[in-house]
């Protein structure tokens, strides 16, 4: 036998005696947790799943203490167990708009009011903001406003509650992510502008876009809008003498939003080590913004745990239209589909639309 044929049998052998491990899950999938008991128990449980991927000693708790007279937000004893396990902080920022939330010292007042007074509560904007940078050059970004105080925290548990939501179609860790860390101007950026559409035929050359527009993102000769620079003020529109500039129609500005999110959620996850947890409870057509309680659509379905933020938007997207028995149950319920929330988040990599499910309750 040549010293080849040795060295091709030795290979060979060296390969057919590895390790096979008949369990191991796909590159392209992610392990999903799942428990049908919707308690602090449960929670406690599902946490030991992925708390591998929680780094650090400072850990903060995304929370969302829910609007004045909304009663369907997260029933608060379902995180206190595990916030004081980790000593951990509740975080939050404020709103864009008015009530009690919009300052800090009004909404700690209405969290505690609400019942989170079993720890420390942080509202990450209230000193200030600052920007993250984006690892390449999105769509609509290339960096993202977030509260100052986001930088004190190692790792973020990001604990959401998966319900409909008016102008996303639903709201999840997504939504808790980008909104949610967001100063009011982030906030902004994301729920009112859009680029507009041009005609660059119809210019007359009159030069007035290059002294009115704020941003100075447009160019003529021809007409371009420069979509790194368009803040969505939306000012072109109006004083453009040949009506070059148009209002994008009602899909495309609701698809533009979805994919704003989107790309704020994948910037702070560049930055900042996260892990998810999504409560299927309580699941309204409208979120815990609305000043009024809304009555759930469907039964209670369970609690979900993972590491990958599509994964969980996916498996909570399913098993909520496996309930309602229909292919996107907010858009049945509310006129508004989220999906394209998880579609462009795996479009942008933030993580595998593929899942495993693992029933907790099994163990
Ligand atoms: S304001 Fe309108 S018509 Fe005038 S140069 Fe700009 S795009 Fe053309
Ligand atoms: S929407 Fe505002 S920022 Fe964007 S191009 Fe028009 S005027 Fe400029």
Redesign the pocket.
Same mark, same amino acid.
């Given at each position: 036998m040549s010293k080849i044929t040795r060295l091709f049998i030795l290979i060979l052998f060296s390969l057919l005696t590895l390790p096979v491990f008949s369990e191991d899950i796909p590159e392209d999938v992610s392990v999903v947790y799942f428990s049908k008991e919707i308690s602090a128990k449960s929670i406690l449980k599902i946490y030991q799943k992925i708390k591998g991927n929680v780094k650090g000693e400072k850990i903060g708790i995304k929370v969302h203490f829910g609007e004045d007279g909304n009663q369907t937000f997260l029933n608060p004893e379902l995180i206190e167990p595990l916030t004081k396990q980790l000593n951990a902080t509740l975080v939050e920022t404020n709103v864009l708009y008015g009530g009690k939330r919009k300052t800090t010292d009004s909404h700690i007042k209405l969290a505690k009011e609400h019942g989170f007074t079993f720890a420390p509560i942080d509202i990450l904007d209230s000193e200030g903001e600052t920007t993250y940078k984006a690892k390449e050059k999105l769509k609509y970004f290339s960096e993202v406003k977030v509260g100052t105080h986001l930088d004190k925290y190692d790792t973020i548990i990001i604990y959401s509650h998966f319900k409909g939501h008016g102008s996303a179609g639903f709201g999840g860790a997504i939504k808790n992510v980008s909104m949610g860390f967001a100063p009011a101007s982030g906030k902004l950026q994301m729920n009112t502008a859009f680029v507009p559409n041009?005609d660059?035929e119809? $210019? %007359?050359?009159?030069? /007035? $876009? /290059?002294l009115?527009c704020p941003e100075n993102a %447009?160019s %003529?000769k021809p &007409?371009v809008v420069d979509t790194k620079k368009c803040i969505g003020c939306g000012s $072109?529109i109006s004083?453009?003498?040949?009506k &070059?500039?148009t209002v994008p129609d009602k899909n495309e500005r609701h698809s533009i939003f979805l994919e704003k999110l989107v790309e704020y959620a994948k910037v702070i996850q560049e930055n900042k080590n996260m892990v998810y947890i999504n409560v299927l409870a309580n699941i309204t057509a409208y979120c815990d913004c609305m000043k009024m309680t809304d009555k759930p659509f469907l039964p209670d379905i369970g609690i979900l745990a993972s590491t990958d933020i599509v994964a969980i938007e996916k498996a909570s997207h399913d098993l909520v239209n496996k309930e309602c028995k229909c292919d996107d149950a907010f858009l049945k319920e509310n006129q508004v589909s989220g999906y394209r929330q998880i579609e462009y988040a795996a479009e942008l990599k933030m993580g595998n639309i593929k899942y495993k499910l693992v029933d907790i309750d099994k163990d």
């Amino acid at each position: 036998m040549s010293k080849i044929t040795r060295l091709f049998i030795l290979i060979l052998f060296s390969l057919l005696t590895l390790p096979v491990f008949s369990e191991d899950i796909p590159e392209d999938v992610s392990v999903v947790y799942f428990s049908k008991e919707i308690s602090a128990k449960s929670i406690l449980k599902i946490y030991q799943k992925i708390k591998g991927n929680v780094k650090g000693e400072k850990i903060g708790i995304k929370v969302h203490f829910g609007e004045d007279g909304n009663q369907t937000f997260l029933n608060p004893e379902l995180i206190e167990p595990l916030t004081k396990q980790l000593n951990a902080t509740l975080v939050e920022t404020n709103v864009l708009y008015g009530g009690k939330r919009k300052t800090t010292d009004s909404h700690i007042k209405l969290a505690k009011e609400h019942g989170f007074t079993f720890a420390p509560i942080d509202i990450l904007d209230s000193e200030g903001e600052t920007t993250y940078k984006a690892k390449e050059k999105l769509k609509y970004f290339s960096e993202v406003k977030v509260g100052t105080h986001l930088d004190k925290y190692d790792t973020i548990i990001i604990y959401s509650h998966f319900k409909g939501h008016g102008s996303a179609g639903f709201g999840g860790a997504i939504k808790n992510v980008s909104m949610g860390f967001a100063p009011a101007s982030g906030k902004l950026q994301m729920n009112t502008a859009f680029v507009p559409n041009y005609d660059p035929e119809k $210019c %007359i050359e009159c030069g /007035l $876009c /290059l002294l009115d527009c704020p941003e100075n993102a %447009i160019s %003529i000769k021809p &007409v371009v809008v420069d979509t790194k620079k368009c803040i969505g003020c939306g000012s $072109c529109i109006s004083f453009c003498p040949a009506k &070059v500039f148009t209002v994008p129609d009602k899909n495309e500005r609701h698809s533009i939003f979805l994919e704003k999110l989107v790309e704020y959620a994948k910037v702070i996850q560049e930055n900042k080590n996260m892990v998810y947890i999504n409560v299927l409870a309580n699941i309204t057509a409208y979120c815990d913004c609305m000043k009024m309680t809304d009555k759930p659509f469907l039964p209670d379905i369970g609690i979900l745990a993972s590491t990958d933020i599509v994964a969980i938007e996916k498996a909570s997207h399913d098993l909520v239209n496996k309930e309602c028995k229909c292919d996107d149950a907010f858009l049945k319920e509310n006129q508004v589909s989220g999906y394209r929330q998880i579609e462009y988040a795996a479009e942008l990599k933030m993580g595998n639309i593929k899942y495993k499910l693992v029933d907790i309750d099994k163990d």
